[in-house]
Nanobody, 124 residues
Framework: QVQLVESGGGLVQAGGSLRVSCAAS????????MGWFRQAPGKEREFVAA????????YYADSVKGRFTISRDNGKNTMYLQMNSLKPEDTAVYYC?????????????????WGQGTPVTVSS
């Protein structure tokens, strides 16, 4: 089992930037594809971005493409989500997730380990 801990959430004004991190422990990090998901108040959790175990393949939701960047540092067992040009509709709890294979995927059901989430609030 892998343990995931998110950090870096907070309050930011629209147009601003924020970087959230996900620290992993418990199994070989580079063998796990990772993903970011988010859940806004009153809405279903949705896919944001995913990255392969090597970091060479990434996927993004259309709503964040060009504004958000997912990355990972396998030497530090940490994944990041750099969020630029933030909008009020980006307000949500952001969760990181891991799956047992190296291939990145958008499907939430394919991830077996989840962090506790970090809240991001974008004010207008």
């Amino acid at each position: 089992q892998v343990q995931l801990v998110e950090s870096g959430g907070g309050l930011v004004q629209a147009g601003g930037s924020l970087r959230v991190s996900c620290a992993a422990s418990g199994r070989t990090f580079s063998r796990n594809a990772m993903g970011w998901f988010r859940q806004a108040p009153g809405k279903e959790r949705e896919f944001v971005a995913a990255i392969s175990g090597s970091g060479g393949v990434t996927y993004y939701a259309d709503s964040v493409k060009g504004r958000f960047t997912i990355s990972r540092d396998n030497g530090k067992n940490t994944m990041y989500l750099q969020m630029n040009s933030l909008k009020p509709e980006d307000t949500a709890v952001y969760y990181c997730a891991a799956r047992r294979v190296m291939v990145a995927i958008r499907l939430e059901s394919e991830y077996d380990c989840w962090g506790q989430g970090t809240p991001v609030t974008v004010s207008s």
